[in-house]
């Protein structure tokens, strides 16, 4: 009877248990719920600005001049090389004239040591042939005298003899002194004449003789005319440095017309023609405008998300211009009116259709571009500074998470770490849900 009292007594605890489950089943909270999922989120900040220059070039005078011809106005387009101004200087056309003189002057000097070397070279090979005639009469003199001395010594044997006259014999004798004293002329002739082509002459100089008797010619005619080449030499030295001279005039005068240091657009005029200049005076301004800039401005806020070298989009609508560049420059100080720090970005303008002041905009690519579970603000049962608490479901039961937010935008939050792909995450969590309730998604 007891067992079956028990038996009773269970059956009815078992069934007021299923009882109470079913009830607990009936009464979850219902709960809307999202479906964490990573993507990959490309945050871009747009901002605005305009068109400035990269760099300007002062063109400046490199001397002195009055200023005889402007090409140019403000605001014209230059090509790099183009000719801005031409400029006149009196004391320097009178030195070029003066320089122009000294060089003609020196040709002429070098022209006629030149011809002289050429006479000089005439009269030593007029020389040496003359030199080989008077030795060839000389000794032709010579010959003779020692058939007249052969004669002589004959008819003074005759005349001994009582064969020839008194008178003969003296002809005989005068003729043979003659001819003695002829040969010590010739001699003597001779041997000026050798002065400057014999062996110690070359010697002298150094100038081993050589044995080719050609060869020796030409020795001989190098050493009598070693001071006219001297002078061909110094006349070629005084050539140079007339010619150095009038370089360095014809250099300076070049720079009486000044030329545009790059493409750009004339930015300023600081003198007009007839007006003097002097050296380094400033004459005008040019603005490279082959690669200006973009400047826009980027808030405090955002300057943690750019960085050098960002990739923007560049949009001027006035010069239907659009082109993806980098940021090269970001401002380190902010402006002091409107609290925004400006960045710079290059513009390509080859074809030259954009001008300075026109109104850019810009698409910039942040640095917190990257993976993120992209989260509805509304999502958030509460926020603690720069943590997120949100509600998951598992297992129909609440649980809370605690997720570092890497940024915000647009009413949502971009989470990098705290939840996985695929978490169910509690849309609008209400003031009544708890964490341990068991819940239903719906």
Known sequence: MK???ALFCAIIVLASACSNNDKDASQSLQVRTLTAKKSRQNVTLESYGSVTYKKKNDVCALVDGTIVEQAILEGNAVKKGEILFTLKNIQYEIQKAERQNQVNS???????????????????????????NAKANLSQKKDEHSLQIKNLEKNQKLFDAGGIAESALEQMQMEAMASKTEIDVLEKELQMKLLGYQ?????????????????????????NTKSAKIQIEIAEVELKNALRDLESINELMKNLTVLSPCDGIVGALYFESGERVTQNEKLATIIDMERPYAKVSVQEKDMEKIQIGARALVEIDS???????????????????????????????????????????????????GEYFVIPQSALRRRD?????????????????????????????FIKTGIKDGEKIVESPSTALKEGLRVKCI
Request: aromatic fraction near 8%; charge should be negative.
């Open 3 to 5: 067992r079956l009292f």
């Open 106 to 132: 020196a040709r002429a000097k070098l022209s006629a040591a030149k011809n002289n070397l050429t006479e000089q070279e005439r009269n030593a090979l007029s020389t040496i042939m003359a030199l080989d």
């Open 199 to 223: 062996e110690q002459d070359l010697l002298r100089e150094g100038i081993v003789p050589s044995q080719d008797a050609e060869e020796r010619k030409n020795q001989y005619v190098d050493l």
């Open 319 to 369: 010069a239907a211009y659009k082109e993806q560049s980098a940021i090269d420059f970001i401002s380190p100080l902010a402006d002091s009116e409107t609290g925004n720090f400006y960045v710079k970005i290059p513009i390509d303008n080859k074809e030259n259709k954009i001008r300075l002041g026109m109104f850019a905009k810009c698409s910039i690519s942040a640095k917190t571009s």
């Open 385 to 413: 500074g720069n943590t997120a608490f949100l509600f998951c479901v598992q297992n129909d039961f609440v649980y809370q998470k605690e997720c570092p937010i890497e940024m915000e935008r647009d009413g949502k939050i």
